[in-house]
Each structure stands twice: as C-alpha cells, then as structure tokens.
C-alpha cells in the first residue's frame, strides 16, 4: 500500500464521545417542504376567489407549481437520504465502537443535576474516549489510533492482537507516528504463486516482477535485490523463477555461478557470453555488465541529444539488464584477491549507478556477512529475502537489527523486505513453486530465446 496517500484518506472517526448534534438540515429541509406547499396552495386560493377565468389559470399554474415542486423536494429528500447513508457508522465503524467499550478505552465520571422535584442526582456520563479512524478500500483496511497526549496514549501501539482478533485477519504493516498509529490490514491474505507452464509468451512491459499474489518488486523504485539462505532453503528455485520472470520482461540476463551448480548448465542454451563459472570469467561478465551500464549513461545522459531531465531507462524505451551473482562465498574463496577485487569494484558501480540506466543486481549468498557482501552494498540492495531458518546474526546482516521473528517451518518460505513501503518490520514470504516433476525450467526459458 501506498504509505504517502493514508495522509490524504477520509477516516471515519469512532469514539463513544460522539455525540447526536442537532441535524439542521432535515430541520431546513423539512422547513421548505411544508413552507412551500402552503405557498402553493396560499396561490390555489388567491386565483379562485377572482373569477372563473382565474380559477382556471389558477388551476393550471397551481398544477404545474405541485409537479415542480414534487420534483424539487424529492430530489433534496433523495439526496439528505443519500448523505445520511454515506454518514452511518459502517459494520467495521460499529466493531471498533466495541472495542473502545469492551476494553475499557474510555473514561467516565458524575456530573450533579436538579431533577424536577428539586433533588440533586448524579448521572454517569462519559468524560474521555480514545479516537480509532477507520479507512477501506479494495485491498487494505487501515485503522488509525490517534495518540492525544491523555492516560490511554501508549496504549494506541498496542493494539495488535486485538484488532487482529476482532477483524479475523494478521496486522500486515504497523506504522508509528508521534500523533497516530496506523494497524494495515490486507482482506486478501498472501499467496504463493504456483508456476505453470504454458505455450505462448507472456510479455510483461512492466516494471512489476510479481512475488506473491499481493506483493511486486517494481524493480525502477526498488533496484536491486540481496537473496540469503542455506542449503536447501529455495534460493535456486527462487532464482529460476525470477530468471523466468526477467525474460518475460525482455530483458538482457547475465549469470555469475563460482558454485557450477544447475544455474551454470543454462550456458549451454544462451552460450558463454551470457553465463560464467571460471572467476576469471565472472570478472570479467561484471566488467562487461558495467560497460554496457556505462554506455548507456554516455548514449542518454551525456549526449544533449538524447538527454532529457529527470527520465529513466523506462522513458528511453531501454529493456532491463539483470546481473544474477549466485553465491558470493564461493567466489570470494575460490578467486584470488585482485580477481575478487576487481568484480567486487564493478558490483559496487553497477548497483550505485544501474537503476537509472535499467541495470540491477541480484546477489545471491549464504553467509551474508561483511566478508561476502561489503556493508555498501548490502545497504543499496533494496529488496532483501532470508529464506528459510537462519540465525538471529544471520538476519540482522540481512534486515539490521530486528527481533521476533519467528521460526520458518515451511519449505521454500522465509521473510522479505521491500524498501519505500513502509514496513516496520519483514515480512513472511512464501516463494513462488516451481514443480520440476510437471515444469520444464528449461522448456521456459528457451521460449524466450531470441
């Protein structure tokens, strides 16, 4: 969800302290309906006691006033009646209103009055009430707690497991503010895609690479991605999936594997140009990644020709290249420190430099510590996945310093994150499936050899 536009949204504000004010416009509205039938009919009777001729203009003027005014005070009921609808504490209104009184959320007191008879009685009244915004739209429910500096203010972070409990559905992002506290719930739980082969292409023009049925990596806003996880976890299933999500982007894939795992065997479909296992030759592909990035800057950006301010590669009309590097500890141990230098400088230029130009990096690792992943890249890498159980070191390298997540129990799952969305935290992932008995990885991607 767009975090920017909760600022801007109408929230329906519940609180027990809301009062029924008096509704002065059914009070004009009623006003007019009965003040203008007694004009009409004060006109009726002003043209009848003239003479017959003016009981008969009197007549018609009269009628065609009644039918005017039939119309007019319908429409003005149609639309009080409509306002009043778009007003009524909605279904989801009236369980916040529950919660407020179920838990307390309110304060009352006595207030002293002379009844008729001349005795002083107390009432109890409501003195102070929490304020819950409540906002809906197609995709999300979104309730806003606002902090009032009073006993129940702390108390507006803390309303996780309730609203959880009271909506039937899991807290997808919470943001914290100094005045507020937004609880984002999605209505459409996460689900994992299931790959399926088919026999015609499926372009995608898009920046949108989809990783869940509510989750997208727009790869222009959140260039770059840092995959973590250990043997066994999904990394390479993951991987083929966005290679074949990549080629549905027509976009330009390079492949670095030191490992010369399955990911090695597709340079026997794209050749060696496209994919390395020697570290020599992985140098020397990132070399090859980062002149074509440079080119492109020197094409769109330095020529006064073509350059216009503020466009992407998208705005040239570029297709995407992607550098897949899958497992930096094993090319970290196995080339030489010059080699290991030299692809490290060219990673570092193409992931500071490549989102304008339409070039990005998925970096791949199972120890993603210092020594594999240089801190200035891990922290420019916008999209970060841990798949499958790792240490609590593990994911601190990975997210930074974040606790209680909890232990992953499914295969092929872990936890994401997705920079400028305003998550407070990552999120639980499930990968997208790939059924190796049913799908040919390799019958897909050579669909999109050109």
């Not at 005070?73 to 009524?88: D, E, H, P, Q, T």
């Not at 179920?102 to 009685?121: Q, R």
Request: net charge positive; with cysteine.
């Amino acid at each position: 969800m767009d975090i920017n536009k909760l600022n801007n949204a109408d929230f329906h504000i519940v609180s027990l302290m809301n009062k029924r004010k008096i509704d002065y416009k059914l009070v004009l509205l009623i006003g007019f309906s009965i003040g203008s039938m007694f004009i009409i009919c004060g006109l009726f009777d002003y043209f009848t006691g003239i003479n017959f001729f003016s009981i008969i203009i009197g007549a018609i003027i009269s009628f065609i006033l009644f039918i005017l005014w039939i119309i007019i005070v319908a429409k003005l009921w149609i639309n009080y009646i409509k306002m009043c609808l778009k007003k009524r504490l909605p279904k989801n209104g009236k369980k916040l209103r529950y919660l407020i009184q179920a838990n307390n959320l309110f304060e009352s007191g006595y207030i002293e009055k002379v009844d008729s008879k001349g005795k002083i009685c107390r009432d109890k009244v409501i003195i102070n009430s929490v304020y819950l915004g409540y906002y809906e739209n197609d995709e999300y429910i979104v309730i806003r707690a606002f902090k009032r500096a009073d006993i129940f203010n702390d108390k507006m972070n803390e309303l996780d497991s309730k609203l959880c409990a009271l909506y039937g559905v899991d807290i997808d992002n919470k943001i914290d503010r100094i005045k507020y506290c937004d609880y984002i719930m999605k209505k459409v739980k996460d689900e994992r895609i299931i790959v399926e082969g088919t026999k015609e292409k499926n372009i995608n023009e898009t920046v949108y690479l989809p990783l869940n049925n509510n989750t997208k990596w727009n790869v222009l806003k959140q260039p770059h991605l840092l995959l973590a996880g250990v043997t066994g976890s999904g990394k390479t299933t993951f991987l083929n999936y966005l290679i074949i999500e990549m080629r549905k982007m027509n976009s330009t894939i390079y492949i670095c594997d030191p490992k010369r795992s399955d990911l090695s065997s597709i340079k026997h479909y794209w050749g060696d140009e496209f994919v390395a296992s020697e570290t020599n030759m992985i140098a020397r592909m990132t070399r090859k990644v980062k002149e074509e990035m440079m080119d492109r800057f020197i094409k769109y950006k330095e020529n006064p020709t073509n350059f216009v301010y503020g466009y992407s590669y998208v705005d040239y009309g570029l297709k995407p290249i992607f550098l897949i590097f899958d497992e930096l500890g094993a090319f970290r141990a196995s080339a030489d420190k010059k080699i290991f230098t030299e692809a490290m400088d060219n990673l570092t230029e193409i992931i500071l430099k490549g989102r304008e130009m339409g070039v990005f990096c998925v970096l791949s690792t199972q120890q993603p510590n210092a020594n594999n992943i240089p801190t200035e890249l891990r922290d420019n890498l916008s999209v970060r996945l841990a798949m499958g159980n790792m240490s609590s070191e593990a994911y601190k390298m990975v997210f930074g310093d974040i606790d209680d997540l909890e232990t992953i129990n499914t295969v092929g799952a872990g936890y994401i994150y997705l920079d400028g969305q305003g998550w407070n935290k990552p999120k639980f992932f499930e990968a997208p499936y790939l059924d190796y008995k049913t799908f040919s990885f390799i019958d897909e991607i050579k669909k999109y050899n050109t």
